[in-house]
């Protein structure tokens, strides 16, 4: 029997998912009106990441404590979703490009009525998926340091 490499490559690339939260991971929650920082914020929500000691720090490095906090949550990332959509996205994109902008015979065909037509080429599938590959992970880690791009969910803290 053979195996492929293709089994471990996605165990390699997609590791682990986060179990519990982290330091620099996102979070958010409501502050108690009876915190000291709810005179400082003028909504009771506040977003920022979380310290090494677990508690929120803000934007301007304000540290707030978890019990200051009402409903404090943390963003988790869903990374082989994440991934993975930035794989396809690009795999798509370069399709769709090579597609468009190339020709089987290197030469641009008439479209009607005079104009010329741009999607007759043959697009190249395994460049496309290299493409998608090599530009997709990058892109789909990055995203995932960003929850307004990253699949994820929010979890209570």
């Not at 998912?17 to 502050?31: P, S, T, Y």
């Not at 009106?33 to 934007?59: A, K």
């Not at 930035?86 to 769709?96: M, P, Q, S, W």
Request: glycine fraction near 14%; charged fraction near 15%; include cysteine.
């Amino acid at each position: 029997m053979r195996y492929s490499g293709k089994g471990l490559v996605l165990f390699l690339i997609f590791p682990t998912l986060v179990v519990g939260q982290e330091a620099g991971d996102k979070a958010r929650g409501e502050l108690r009106p009876s915190s000291i920082h709810f005179e400082l914020f003028p909504t009771s929500t506040v977003e920022g990441v979380l310290t090494s000691g677990l508690q929120l720090e803000t934007e301007d490095g304000t540290i707030i404590a978890k019990d200051d906090l009402i409903n404090p949550e943390y963003f988790v990332v869903g990374q082989v979703k994440t991934v993975l959509s930035a794989i396809v996205g690009t795999f798509t994109l370069a399709y769709l490009i090579q597609w468009c902008l190339g020709s089987s015979d290197g030469h641009q065909h008439d479209g009607g009525w005079g104009f010329p037509s741009l999607c007759t080429g043959e697009p190249n599938t395994p460049l496309s998926a290299v493409l998608g590959l090599g530009i997709g992970i990058p892109i789909g880690i990055g995203m995932g340091k960003d929850p307004e791009f990253a699949s994820g969910k929010w979890k209570p803290w």
